[in-house]
């Protein structure tokens, strides 16, 4: 084909091997020890993850007669890999159309060739085109100067026939040359012109736009107006996330959009009622007038992306020196100790009582002090006042600055380097980040829970035996350096897993139930639901863990049972005390651990946000139709649907032709 228009160069190894797997994996006829696909192959191949609602498997196998170069109805190794190549031009969309129409393929198409496949492929029932209207002898000359149409001249011919086609179904619906056809009719030109582009949404409501106006009636500006938004939705994305990402509540206006747009681009691109229209449809589900990026999402049909991968990558960051690194490494855990300080305040009280429950056994005469934890809040407030649920609190806040700023840190850094170039991260991935970030906490927490839990517990023990209660410093002047180590392992058998669970589940919830993203930041209350049900499963989970490590860390009283180890206290305590003693106060340390964890990370986002380190928070891009491939026959599947985009901008049902119709110069199925 003289397509006049150089190839951007051959397939790489890589590439051809690609080739090569697909073709093998679908290619279902085999002739002399060579293998062919057939049309149903092909489709297979180019088109795997399709439903076939959108576009038909007919359409895809327009595609086929493309690659088809022999015209046999069967497709060898060279002829897909060709195919494969040609989908990877960045002009691959009009080359495939230029084939199509060039079927005499002399690398020029006339006028009769146009006519002879469009006519064949919008269908009978379609309203027909004017092949003698003025807009294509522009083109193509009038009947004494008929001239031919190179490829440059075709790709200018395609862009502009929508246009044509659009004003010649409005005069078709519009008899009496009022300049207003009815809302329906309205509908059923959008749909025969850019029904592929919408989204299903958009398409039901398209006769509401008469309401914007109060009127029954839609004008020739209206459906202009509609037309250019949709040939600008490109850069109606540029302006809305550029608009949204200067906005402080992630949310924008039709004025904030005007005035961006006014910013943004050197000439004016988009009227009043363009704008109008914008924010019509994106507001189906959100009258407010303040709309953010997921409300803009529902404009488009989300099966059409870019026909290759577009990365946004992040501005190269500075390289800064060691003052900068102490002052970021500071920032950071001075915002993770005020959050954990916060989350551990709010909680404690159920923390003591946890940990009175656990330490209660209730096989020893006289030991059974509390029914339940409901018994044990009220008792400690009888007899030790309301500071006595806060006894302990004092070394507890002193260990939470590096317990959590160690925590965060390590799971960040675990995720940054778990992660691919992609920015995708797998579950195993994410569980051994937790991990990490677990077992990195305990050098900082073993000491710390050990003094708090003997605290909690002295309050009980001096009301009973009328003793005088031991502050921390006299507790850490006895147990030593290797005392404050002690049940370190059980600690880690709790904290690893506690971990491991909660930091996916967190980052779950926030992408996948929330939808959290660039231009959608959480709002305080679904940080904190995010963080509180993370919490649940991950304290629940560990309660045996935690119940071996308060007995370990516990000093026994007289009659008591006193434990060697993990093995002998999980033994010591199901012979004694039953399986359920296991999952003791396991009730009060999901109503602790869930609540602090959800105030913790709250605070601590809200922080990171209000004063970023920076002085700039990160920002980054996502598109209007969300998601990219991630494997390379994804890829090839985006671009084969996407090399259908310009035939159906030629006609939405094109591909779909009756059996019996006949075009010249394609091969038969």
């Not at 060898?76 to 989908?87: A, I, Q, Y």
């Amino acid at each position: 084909m003289a397509s006049e228009n150089p190839a951007a160069g051959t397939a790489n190894a890589a590439s051809i091997e690609r080739y090569k797997r697909i073709f093998d994996r679908f290619a279902s006829i085999e002739k002399n020890g060579q293998k062919f696909m057939t049309r149903d192959d092909f489709v297979n191949a180019i088109a795997p993850g399709e439903d076939y609602k959108r576009l038909q498997r007919s359409q895809y196998g327009v595609l086929f007669d493309v690659a088809d170069n022999s015209k046999q109805g069967l497709l060898s190794l060279s002829d897909f890999t060709v195919f494969e190549h040609l989908l990877s031009h960045p002009d691959a969309e009009y080359e495939i159309a230029f084939r199509l129409f060039d079927t005499a393929g002399s690398g020029k198409i006339t006028r009769e060739q146009f006519k002879q496949i469009l006519s064949a492929n919008i269908g009978k029932d379609a309203i027909p085109f004017d092949f003698e209207c003025e807009w294509l002898k522009l083109y193509t000359g009038n009947k004494d100067a008929v001239h031919d149409m190179a490829y440059k001249e075709f790709t200018q011919l395609l862009k502009g026939l929508q246009a044509e086609r659009l004003r010649q179904e409005f005069r078709f619906y519009d008899t009496q040359t009022t300049g207003y056809i009815t809302p329906d009719e309205f509908k059923k030109v959008i749909v025969d012109i850019a029904g592929h582009k919408l989204s299903v949404q958009v398409l039901d409501h398209l006769p509401t736009l008469c309401n914007l106006y109060s009127s029954n009636k839609i004008s020739f500006a209206n459906v202009m107006a509609f037309y250019n938004v949709i040939r600008e939705m490109d850069m109606v994305e540029r302006i809305i996330r550029k608009a949204i990402g200067d906005s402080k509540d992630g949310t924008v206006t039709k004025a904030d959009f005007l005035h961006t747009a006014a910013r943004e681009t050197r000439f004016s691109l988009f009227t009043p009622m363009e704008a109008d229209i914008i924010f019509h449809f994106a507001g189906l589900e959100n009258p407010s007038g303040k709309l953010t990026i997921k409300d803009f999402f529902r404009l488009l049909e989300s099966k059409w992306e870019h026909a290759l991968p577009v990365a946004h990558p992040a501005a190269p960051e500075a390289k800064h020196g060691v003052i900068h690194d102490i002052l970021k490494g500071s920032y950071g855990f001075l915002l993770g100790s005020i959050s954990g300080a916060v989350g551990a305040t709010v909680v404690y009280p159920i923390d003591l009582v946890k940990t009175r429950m656990q330490n209660q056994r209730s096989k020893v005469v006289g030991e059974l002090l509390y029914k339940n934890s409901v018994d044990c809040f009220k008792k400690v407030i009888r007899n030790e006042g309301v500071l006595g649920l806060y006894r302990g609190l004092g070394p507890q806040l002193v260990g939470v600055a590096p317990e959590k700023a160690i925590k965060l840190t390590m799971n960040d850094f675990a995720r940054r380097n778990l992660t691919d170039k992609d920015g995708n991260i797998t579950i195993i991935g994410e569980l051994i980040a937790g991990g990490v970030a677990g077992g990195s906490q305990v050098v900082f927490t073993n000491p710390l829970e050990i003094v708090k839990i003997r605290l909690q517990v002295a309050g009980e023990a001096a009301k009973s035996l009328d003793a005088p209660r031991p502050g921390a410093v006299a507790i850490v002047r006895t147990l030593g350096i290797v005392g404050l180590y002690k049940g370190a392992s059980a600690c880690l058998l709790r904290d690893i897993p506690f971990s491991a669970i909660y930091f996916p589940v967190y980052a779950h919830l926030k992408k996948d139930f929330f939808h959290e993203g660039p231009e959608h930041r959480l709002t305080i209350g679904e940080l904190l639901i995010a963080g509180a049900v993370a919490g649940m499963p991950a304290a629940y989970f560990t309660t045996p863990a935690d119940v071996i490590k308060t007995r370990l860390q516990v000093e026994a009283k007289k009659g008591q049972s006193s434990y060697t180890g993990i093995r002998d206290a999980a033994r010591k305590i199901y012979h004694e005390e039953g399986f359920r003693a296991f999952f003791k106060g396991g009730p009060a340390r999901v109503l602790r651990s869930s609540p602090q964890f959800g105030t913790t990370l709250m605070v601590y986002e809200i922080l990171q946000r209000a004063f970023p380190f920076d002085g700039q928070p990160e920002k980054t891009q996502q598109a209007l139709t969300p998601g990219t491939p991630g494997h390379s026959e994804d890829l090839s599947y985006l671009q084969s649907k996407n090399a259908l985009k310009i035939l159906l901008d030629v006609h939405y049902k094109f591909g779909i032709v009756p059996p019996n119709a006949k075009i010249p110069g394609v091969a038969s199925p």
